[in-house]
């Protein structure tokens, strides 16, 4: 389980890289982009192919950011990720947040490996002023005792 530090460390970053947007607007990362977006984050979309996803620009890879960022989440298939935790360390990105499903075990140990600050087996929606369903679920983790606890350093 994650430390509610990092959680914490990571959603007080208001500019993110962002990568799994699609250009169709149907999967999860256009749900983040959204979501975000409406809650005050600076999002910079990385997408190797697309110019621009739902008005916002779109940028090849990490290092070809405008400007600095503070962390990135990670919303690809697994088999991406590890990818995309070494294009951040290169970029200097220490803060990555794997949405659940993204993970990949060499991905993790790399970020373990690099001391790169990772929130993992986490839903992002559930920490970033959740609403609604997610506000509940938060409401139910917490009676139940699954949410993340505070670690000694």
Not at 31 to 44: D, R, T
Not at 85 to 105: C, D, F, P, T, Y
Not at 132 to 151: A, N, Y
Request: contains cysteine.
């Amino acid at each position: 389980m994650t430390d509610e530090l990092k959680i914490k460390s990571f959603l007080a970053e208001k500019k993110l890289a962002l990568v799994g947007v699609s250009r169709t607007g149907k999967k999860f990362g256009n749900a983040v982009q959204k979501e975000l977006g409406n809650k005050g984050y600076e999002l910079f979309l990385i997408h190797p192919e697309a110019q621009e996803i739902n008005g916002a620009a779109c940028y090849a890879s990490l290092s070809q950011l405008p400007e600095k960022v503070g962390g990135l989440v990670n919303v690809v298939p697994p088999e991406q990720t590890e990818k995309m935790v070494r294009e951040a360390q290169a970029a200097g990105i220490r803060k990555i947040w794997m949405q659940q499903g993204s993970e990949s075990l060499d991905a993790i140990q790399f970020c373990k490996e690099n001391d790169m600050e990772l929130v993992h087996g986490e839903c992002i929606f559930m920490f970033a002023q959740p609403q609604g369903f997610h506000k509940f679920h938060h409401w139910v983790w917490g009676l139940l005792g699954k949410l993340p606890k505070r670690h000694a350093s």
